[in-house]
Nanobody, 116 residues
Framework: QVQLVESGGGFVQFGGSLSLSCVASGDVSTINAMGWYRQAPGKKRDYVAAIARGGVPNVAEHLWGRFTIARDKSNITLQMTSLTPEDSTVYYC????????????WGQGAQVTVSS
């Protein structure tokens, strides 16, 4: 089993920056890709960014230039800049095993709120 714990959420003003971190623990040798998703109440969970072990970072196209993902072993960070109220939601860390098409592991979520 793998546990994912997010940190770094909170309040930020319009146009500000915020960084989220996710620490994986447990049987981390079994996971490959780690990433971030976000989900607003009543809406589907949307892909934000992901990075495989030793792989190239991938960020959702509509977030290019504002969001950056980085990885250090089994820890990932999401650097967010030029934030707007539309970015306000809960951000989830996720991880999956090699060859898996879906994420097997999820964090509890970190709330990000951007004031207008």
């Amino acid at each position: 089993q793998v546990q994912l714990v997010e940190s770094g959420g909170g309040f930020v003003q319009f146009g500000g920056s915020l960084s989220l971190s996710c620490v994986a623990s447990g049987d981390v040798s079994t996971i490959n890709a780690m990433g971030w998703y976000r989900q607003a109440p009543g809406k589907k969970r949307d892909y934000v960014a992901a990075i495989a072990r030793g792989g190239v970072p991938n960020v959702a196209e509509h977030l290019w230039g504002r969001f950056t993902i980085a990885r250090d072993k089994s820890n990932i960070t999401l650097q967010m800049t030029s934030l707007t109220p539309e970015d306000s939601t809960v951000y989830y860390c996720a991880a999956k095993r090699p060859g898996s098409k879906t994420n097997e592991y999820w964090g509890q979520g970190a709330q990000v709120t951007v004031s207008s």
